[in-house]
C-alpha cells in the first residue's frame, strides 16, 4: 500500500495515508491516527508524548496508529513467576489501542531490527522510557522503535482523558488497577506478531524488518519478565527480551527466550538485594554500580515532554521531599545498556552472548545492603569511569518520601576532596581514559560512548 509522508508546518510529522481505512496483519487492523498540529499545540491533536526531536533532520518519522482486535484474557499475570501455570481467564475480549512508531525514512538507514516497547504507566502517564533513555544511539544507529500502549489503567484511560477527540475511542478493559490487566499480555503479543506478518513492510514505510526485541523500564520490564515467565515468550514473537530495572523479577535462568536484564545499583539495593540468578545459555544479568533506577540521563531527557504535554514534572515534585535533594544518579548506565542492546541484537541473530558482567557485593546484613568504599561507592558491578575515577558520589538509593527510594542521588567532590584523590587533572584523565579502555575490552562500552566520555574528561579543571 502507498505510503505518503506530509511536512506540516515545517516539523517532522509522519502521517501514514493507506488506500484503505487501516492494514490487517496478523489478526489485529492498524489505521493511522493523523498528526495535525505541532507537539504542544492547544488541540493535543499530536501524539502524546511525541519525540522532543527534530527527528526530521536525522532522516527519521514519527507515526501513530491505532490498533484494533480481539484479545485473550490471562489472569494472574503480573509478577507471574518461572514455569507458574498461566491460562485464559474468559473469552477474547475486543481492544482499541495506539501504538507510536518512530522509524527511518529510508531503507538503507535501517539496521533491520524493532525495538518493541512495553510503555511505563507508573506514574499514571505513558512514558517511553527506554527510548528516552536510548534515543541517540537508537537513531544513529537506524533502530525502529515502536511504543506500545499495552495497557488501561494509567495508559489509554489517561490518553482518553488528555485528548478526547484524537483517544476517545480507545479502550482496554481492566480489572481497576496498573498490575490487574488480563488483556495486556496478548496485547502485546499480537502487536509483536504483526509485525512478523507479510503485512509488516506496509506498516512500516516499506521497511521489512529481520529481528525484534522487546523492552521495557521498571514495571514494563516486570509484565516482560512475567511474560517470559508464563510460556508466551515460546511463540517466537520476539528474538530478544531487554528488560531494564525489572525490580523485583524473577527470571528462570534456564528460560528459552533469550535475555539481558540489566540492574541499577538501586534496584539491588531494595528488591533485587537476593536477586541474583546466574548466568546461562540464555539469560545474562548486568548490574551497574553508582546507578539509580531513575538517574539524571532519563529526566534530562522526560522532564521536557512531561511539563509540554502535563505541565507537570515527577521529579522536580519529589526531589524536595528526598533525604538528599540533589536527586538521581549521574554515571551514565545508559551508555552501558546501549553496549547490551547492542549484544543482544547479536546474540538474537545467531552471535556470541553477551558478556558475563560481575555481580555487586551484597551484604544482606548490613544496611544499605552493599559492600562500599572509603568514599562510600559500591563495590563489584559494572564498573564505569564515573565510580572508577570519581569526582563526585553516586549512590543508586535515597530515602525520604514514597517514590525517593528509586531516584538515587549525586553529590559533587569539593575542590580538598578532588586535590587529596588526584595529583592533577592529568592523573585524572589518565584514570578516566583507563576505565574506558577497560569498559570497551569488557564488551559494556561502546567505542563511541567511550570517546564522548573521555572527551569530557579532557574538558575537566580544577
Not at 221 to 235: D, E, P, R, V
Amino acid at each position: 500500500m502507498g505510503l505518503t509522508i506530509l511536512r506540516i508546518a515545517g516539523i517532522a510529522l509522519g502521517l501514514a495515508l493507506f488506500a484503505t481505512s487501516g492494514a490487517r496483519a496478523q489478526g489485529v487492523n492498524w489505521t493511522p491516527i493523523p498528526t495535525v498540529s505541532p507537539p504542544g499545540s492547544a488541540d493535543r491533536s499530536y501524539p502524546f508524548f511525541a519525540a522532543a526531536r527534530d527527528l526530521a533532520i536525522e532522516g527519521y518519522v514519527e507515526e501513530e496508529f491505532s490498533v484494533a482486535g480481539d484479545a485473550t484474557p490471562y489472569s494472574p499475570f503480573y509478577g507471574a513467576k518461572p514455569g507458574v501455570a498461566v491460562a485464559a481467564s474468559g473469552p477474547p475480549t475486543p481492544f482499541k489501542t495506539r501504538v507510536l512508531v518512530r522509524r527511518p525514512d529510508r531503507p538503507e538507514n535501517f539496521n533491520g531490527v524493532v525495538v518493541v516497547e512495553w510503555l511505563n504507566v507508573s506514574n499514571n502517564f505513558e512514558a517511553d522510557n527506554v527510548w528516552l533513555t536510548l534515543q541517540d544511539h537508537l537513531v544513529s544507529s537506524g533502530y525502529i522503535w515502536i511504543g506500545v500502549s499495552a495497557q488501561g489503567f494509567g495508559g489509554v484511560d489517561t490518553l482518553r482523558s488528555w485528548s478526547p477527540e484524537r483517544y476517545g475511542d480507545l479502550r482496554i478493559d481492566h480489572d481497576g488497577g496498573m498490575t490487574h490487566e488480563p488483556l495486556s499480555p496478548d496485547i502485546f503479543r499480537q502487536i509483536g506478531a504483526s509485525l512478523r506478518s507479510i503485512n509488516a513492510a506496509s506498516l512500516l514505510g516499506g521497511l521489512s524488518p529481520t529481528t525484534l526485541i522487546a523492552t521495557g523500564q521498571s514495571q514494563s520490564a516486570i509484565w516482560l519478565a512475567s511474560f517470559i515467565n508464563a510460556g508466551l515468550a515460546q511463540t517466537s514473537t520476539f528474538d530478544g527480551f531487554f528488560l531494564i530495572s525489572a525490580t523485583g523479577a524473577t527470571i528462570d535462568p534456564a528460560t528459552p527466550s533469550l535475555v539481558l536484564r540489566v540492574v541499577a545499583e538501586g534496584d539491588a539495593a531494595s528488591a533485587d538485594a537476593e536477586n541474583q540468578p546466574p548466568d546461562s545459555a540464555r539469560f545474562r544479568q548486568w548490574e551497574i554500580a553508582g546507578s539509580s533506577h531513575v538517574d539524571r540521563h532519563l529526566r534530562a531527557a522526560r522532564e521536557p515532554v512531561q511539563l509540554r504535554d502535563l505541565g507537570t514534572s515527577v521529579q522536580a515534585a519529589i526531589a524536595p521531599q528526598c533525604d538528599v535533594a540533589a536527586i538521581g544518579t549521574a554515571s551514565p548506565a545508559y551508555m552501558v545498556e546501549a553496549a547490551g542492546l547492542e549484544h543482544l541484537v547479536a546474540w538474537s541473530r545467531g552471535g556470541p552472548p553477551p558478556p558475563t558482567a560481575p555481580r555487586l557485593v551484597r551484604h544482606l546484613e548490613v544496611e544499605g545492603r552493599f559492600q562500599r568504599d572509603e568514599m562510600g561507592l559500591a563495590s563489584g558491578g559494572i564498573r564505569l569511569p564515573d565510580v572508577v575515577a570519581p569526582i563526585g558520589l553516586n549512590v543508586g538509593m535515597n530515602g525520604g518520601a514514597r517514590g525517593c527510594a528509586s531516584q538515587g542521588y549525586y553529590l559533587p567532590f569539593d575542590l580538598e576532596t578532588l586535590r587529596r584523590r588526584y595529583p592533577n587533572v592529568a592523573h585524572y584523565r589518565r584514570a578516566v581514559t583507563r576505565s574506558v579502555r577497560d569498559n570497551i575490552t569488557a564488551g559494556f562500552l561502546l567505542p563511541a560512548d567511550g570517546d564522548i566520555i573521555i572527551s569530557a574528561a579532557q574538558g575537566a579543571s580544577w
